[in-house]
């Protein structure tokens, strides 16, 4: 385990930036409230196995007697670096995400399950949409009953969307909680 | 037709008429002795008696009809005793009863009715009594009918396919017989053949392998032993448990139910879990499933997390996590806060333990694979609040879920695992601290039902270390064994809760909750106990040397063995171990020490000239036996 250096710092807040804009700091800088002790730290974020992990202070401390062979994850797992040295947000960081985007999406109940297929959003599919998305942009995809189901890239802006024909794509699909029962072997 | 030919008789009778009735009347009285003399008569009278009492099923017209022999002058007076008999009863029963019987009405005729009357219920007794016997004959008969099978018999059986229904019933007659032995054994069978009998015809029925009958049966009576192997037939109703980090169980439980998922709450003792019934669509894959609102867990598992009761803000460490749902609750009750060490010797296991820790939004968890003994080392000795031992486990207790632990387990694999526990036990002791301010537990939890994995483990820990079983807090549970046919544990070990398919509707369960009164390991105290004749642990201040030599000594002063010089050098070393053993003891001034030193040394002082005596002896009685031997051949 070891903290992240400088580039891969800049290139996981770049892709986290998309998602949550301003409430980056929101990230950075919260108190944390795991850990036994009295004084909550922050979080920080580490870097194991090419996975990074998203932890309070408190555990990355106790986490340093276990040798790095053994430690297998911390906190919450924000993404992973592949063998090319991209980096990749996965599932596991939608709590995250969710807690504070900037751009939300909602499905309805018919194409809940063809989301969490891993197809992208069409048009159809749109229950309610933020205003001010730019096409790139990150984007939360939330059920109608504000459960995150996952994030992906906006195709569109707002004002487009609403010209687009029943199929278009709407948000390219990234990643979805669908992924922890079809592919848990790759988390 | 009888009808008819009855009052043909009625005619005749009534033309006699009422001195014919008087001497029926006598007749009567005196037929009592006459038919007795007629049934101690030869067998033709017999079968008149018998054809008497059988007219009532034959329609007896037409004898009569054909009937005006003088030979049957008794028979016929009989039959006419019995029409006039029957002809009462039909005119009794009657609703015109003031026709006929009273068609004489006499004094003599309220006797004549009395006299019927009662022969009519001598008669219903007697056929009662009949009808009892038989029944009586047929239930005898039904239970000796059952016995043993003889040896041919099995051998037979043993060649043919099982026949599944008779050894059902056998098995069930089995059971009838040992409930109420005295009265239903079959004559020069014991006991122990009846339960042979069916130990066998349960592991063919049921596919168990010998050792796991043999087990079972000596731990539970008969019928219950009986509702045990049925409720492992059956699967355990599916349950699920809320994640009270991201939703309520209300909620979920709306959600489920518009989703076409039949639920229910689980148990008055439980407030997150909720048993499913059946569904419409697939429980383990709805979305919010994988958002992380439940959780797919038997009822079982919810146990041992209660009994821990978890609080915010301590430092817990689950010693066998995957796949994760113990500690998942363990996080949900403690808000996220504090921090949980979830470690898991496989490392295949690992990936489902991390999916399902992040899926349920669990933050305070580092993840580690190490084998369990090897925790205290990397994570320090006395350093955490609490400590969840799921241990792993022969798994007798849910055969529901797998069939195949009915033949694999032998008596080996139960005392590996029984191995394996108490090295776990002891080292996930070890980890606590005693002194913490608001822990200091462990529970120990199996979903064995061996004895030998449960009550042994924790009694062994209860040794070894400075613990002590406190009440888990389950009171729906039947408390653990203190005394198993030739073990005795340490009485506290009531507390313990056990838990079974038949009574509990979950799958066989085993928690413990121990509490580490101190951290110190138990000193001469237990060196000195009887039974310890492994070593007894010094306290960690000591040498390591120091500590193997100790006990070597110790073991060597009960045997009360060989006598070698360099004992005493040992022993000198040993001293100091001693003196700090008995300061720790509490003794305080060394002088005490000092003594018992100089009793202790004085035997051995004594021991060494009593063996040269001895060696002298020997050689006095030699020279003695040589010089009376070379006497003797002098004498001769």
């Known amino acids: 385990m070891?903290?992240?250096?400088?580039?891969?710092?800049?290139?996981?807040?770049?892709?986290?930036?998309?998602?949550?804009?301003?409430?980056?700091?929101?990230?950075?800088?919260?108190?944390?409230?795991?850990?036994?002790?009295?004084?909550?730290?922050?979080?920080?974020?580490?870097?194991?196995?090419?996975?990074?992990?998203?932890?309070?202070?408190?555990?990355?401390?106790?986490?340093?007697?276990?040798?790095?062979?053994?430690?297998?994850?911390?906190?919450?797992?924000?993404?992973?670096?592949?063998?090319?040295?991209?980096?990749?947000?996965?599932?596991?960081?939608?709590?995250?995400?969710?807690?504070?985007?900037?751009?939300?999406?909602?499905?309805?109940?018919?194409?809940?399950?063809?989301?969490?297929?891993?197809n992208h959003v069409l048009k159809g599919g749109l229950g309610r949409i933020t205003d001010g998305?730019?096409?790139?942009?990150?984007?939360?995809?939330?059920?109608?009953?504000?459960?995150?189901?996952?994030?992906?890239?906006a195709a569109k802006s707002t004002q487009d969307c609403r010209k687009l024909d029943p199929n278009g794509i709407v948000v390219h699909h990234q990643s979805d909680i669908g992924e922890y029962l079809r592919m848990e072997d790759d988390l | 037709m009888a009808l008819g030919s009855l009052s043909k008789k009625k005619g005749s009778k009534s033309s006699k008429g009422p001195p014919k009735k008087k001497q029926k009347g006598d007749l009567f009285t005196e037929k009592r002795p006459e038919k007795a003399d007629l049934s101690d008569d030869s067998d033709v009278s017999n079968e008149e008696v018998e054809e008497l009492e059988n007219f009532d099923e034959d329609s007896g017209s037409e004898l009569l009809s054909g009937?005006?022999?003088?030979?049957?002058?008794?028979?016929?007076?009989?039959?006419?005793?019995?029409?006039?008999?029957?002809?009462?009863?039909?005119?009794?029963?009657?609703?015109?009863?003031?026709?006929?019987?009273?068609?004489?009405?006499?004094?003599?005729?309220?006797?004549?009715?009395?006299?019927?009357?009662?022969?009519?219920?001598?008669?219903?007794?007697?056929?009662?009594?009949?009808?009892?016997?038989?029944?009586?004959t047929n239930i005898a008969e039904e239970s000796d009918e059952f016995w043993l099978p003889t040896e041919e018999e099995l051998e037979a059986e043993a060649n043919r396919p099982p026949d599944l229904q008779n050894l059902q019933r056998r098995i069930q007659e089995i059971v009838r017989v040992l409930s109420?032995?005295?009265?239903?054994?079959?004559?020069?069978?014991?006991?122990?053949?009846?339960?042979?009998?069916?130990?066998?015809?349960?592991?063919?029925?049921?596919?168990?392998?010998?050792?796991?009958?043999?087990?079972?049966?000596?731990?539970?009576?008969?019928?219950?032993?009986?509702?045990?192997i049925n409720a492992f037939e059956k699967p355990r109703p599916i349950c699920l448990r809320t994640n009270t980090l991201k939703a309520r169980r209300r909620d979920l439980a709306e959600v489920l139910l518009k989703r076409g998922?039949?639920?229910?709450?689980?148990?008055?003792?439980?407030?997150?879990?909720?048993?499913?019934?059946d569904s419409q669509v697939p429980i383990g894959a709805t979305p919010e499933y994988m958002a992380g609102l439940y959780m797919l867990q038997s009822a079982n598992s919810f146990l041992p997390v209660m009994a821990l009761a978890p609080q915010e803000k301590e430092r817990i460490v689950d010693m066998a996590a995957a796949p994760g749902g113990k500690t998942t609750y363990v996080a949900a009750l403690m808000k996220n806060t504090g921090i949980i060490y979830a470690n898991e010797m496989k490392e295949p296991r690992l990936k489902s333990l991390t999916a399902n820790l992040n899926r349920m939004g669990v933050t305070n968890t580092i993840v580690c694979n190490y084998d369990g003994r090897e925790l205290p080392k990397v994570l320090g000795l006395n350093s955490v609040d609490r400590v969840l031992l799921d241990a792993p486990c022969s798994g007798t207790g849910v055969i529901s879920k797998d069939e195949s632990v009915k033949t694999s387990k032998s008596l080996e694999d139960i005392e590996k695992s029984a191995q394996l526990q108490k090295q776990l036990i002891l080292n996930a002791?070890?980890?606590?601290?005693?002194?913490?301010?608001?822990?200091?537990?462990?529970?120990?939890?199996?979903?064995?039902?061996?004895?030998?994995?449960?009550?042994?483990?924790?009694?062994?820990?209860?040794?070894?270390?400075?613990?002590?079983?406190?009440?888990?807090?389950?009171?729906?549970?039947r408390p653990g064994y203190t005394r198993f046919r030739e073990y005795r544990f340490h009485p506290s070990l009531d507390k313990t809760r056990r838990f079974y398919p038949h009574v509990h509707n979950m799958d066989g369960f085993f928690v413990a909750k121990l509490k580490k009164v101190s951290n110190s390991l138990p000193t001469a105290a237990?060196?000195?106990?009887?039974?310890?004749?492994?070593?007894?642990?010094?306290?960690?201040?000591?040498?390591?040397?120091?500590?193997?030599?100790?006990?070597?000594?110790?073991?060597?002063?009960?045997?009360?063995?060989?006598?070698?010089?360099?004992?005493?050098?040992?022993?000198?070393?040993?001293?100091?171990?001693?003196?700090?053993?008995?300061?720790?003891?509490?003794?305080?001034?060394?002088?005490?020490?000092?003594?018992?030193?100089r009793e202790?040394?004085?035997?051995?002082?004594?021991?060494?000239?009593?063996?040269?005596?001895?060696?002298?002896?020997?050689?006095?009685?030699?020279?003695?036996?040589?010089?009376?031997?070379?006497?003797?051949?002098?004498s001769k």
């Not at chain 1, 401390?61 to 592949?82: D, E, H, Q, Y």
């Not at chain 1, 096409?135 to 059920?143: A, K, L, N, R």
């Not at chain 1, 009953?145 to 890239?153: K, M």
């Not at chain 2, 462990?442 to 079983?469: F, G, H, P, Q």
Request: net charge negative.
């Open chain 2, 67 to 136: 009937d005006v022999d003088p030979l049957a002058d008794d028979f016929l007076q009989g039959s006419d005793d019995f029409y006039v008999i029957w002809f009462d009863l039909e005119e009794n029963s009657g609703s015109d009863s003031a026709a006929g019987s009273d068609g004489s009405d006499s004094d003599s005729e309220v006797s004549d009715i009395e006299r019927k009357s009662r022969a009519l219920d001598e008669r219903r007794a007697r056929e009662e009594k009949d009808a009892e016997d038989e029944l009586q």
């Open chain 2, 180 to 228: 109420n032995f005295k009265d239903l054994r079959q004559e020069g069978a014991k006991r122990k053949d009846y339960i042979e009998q069916l130990k066998m015809d349960l592991s063919s029925y049921y596919g168990y392998n010998d050792f796991l009958i043999g087990v079972l049966i000596e731990m539970f009576p008969v019928n219950e032993l009986l509702e045990l």
């Open chain 2, 261 to 277: 998922v039949n639920l229910d709450p689980l148990s008055k003792w439980s407030k997150v879990g909720l048993v499913v019934y």
């Open chain 2, 600 to 634: 202790r040394k004085f035997p051995f002082r004594k021991e060494v000239p009593r063996r040269t005596e001895i060696i002298k002896a020997r050689e006095e009685k030699r020279q003695a036996l040589r010089g009376t031997k070379r006497k003797g051949e002098g």
């Open chain 1, 2 to 118: 070891r903290p992240l250096d400088e580039a891969e710092t800049t290139v996981v807040f770049e892709k986290l930036l998309k998602f949550t804009g301003n409430n980056l700091k929101n990230i950075v800088e919260s108190p944390a409230h795991e850990g036994p002790d009295p004084n909550p730290g922050r979080y920080c974020f580490r870097l194991q196995k090419n996975r990074v992990y998203y932890v309070s202070e408190a555990l990355v401390k106790r986490a340093t007697n276990i040798s790095r062979k053994n430690l297998v994850a911390m906190g919450t797992c924000v993404g992973r670096f592949t063998h090319g040295g991209k980096f990749h947000l996965t599932v596991q960081c939608l709590g995250l995400l969710a807690a504070n985007a900037k751009h939300k999406v909602w499905l309805k109940p018919t194409s809940e399950m063809s989301f969490l297929y891993g």
């Open chain 2, 526 to 597: 237990a060196a000195e106990a009887v039974q310890s004749t492994e070593q007894a642990p010094l306290s960690s201040e000591k040498d390591v040397e120091s500590v193997e030599e100790a006990p070597l000594s110790s073991v060597e002063d009960a045997v009360e063995g060989s006598v070698r010089p360099s004992k005493e050098d040992s022993n000198k070393k040993n001293n100091p171990g001693r003196i700090k053993r008995e300061h720790q003891n509490g003794n305080g001034a060394p002088k005490p020490a000092a003594d018992k030193r």
């Open chain 2, 429 to 477: 002791i070890d980890m606590v601290d005693a002194n913490s301010k608001s822990g200091g537990y462990i529970v120990y939890s199996t979903c064995s039902m061996m004895i030998a994995e449960n009550e042994a483990v924790v009694d062994y820990a209860l040794k070894k270390r400075n613990v002590k079983v406190v009440p888990c807090g389950l009171d729906f549970g």
């Open chain 1, 133 to 153: 998305i730019q096409p790139g942009d990150g984007v939360v995809v939330f059920s109608m009953s504000d459960v995150p189901l996952g994030f992906g890239n």
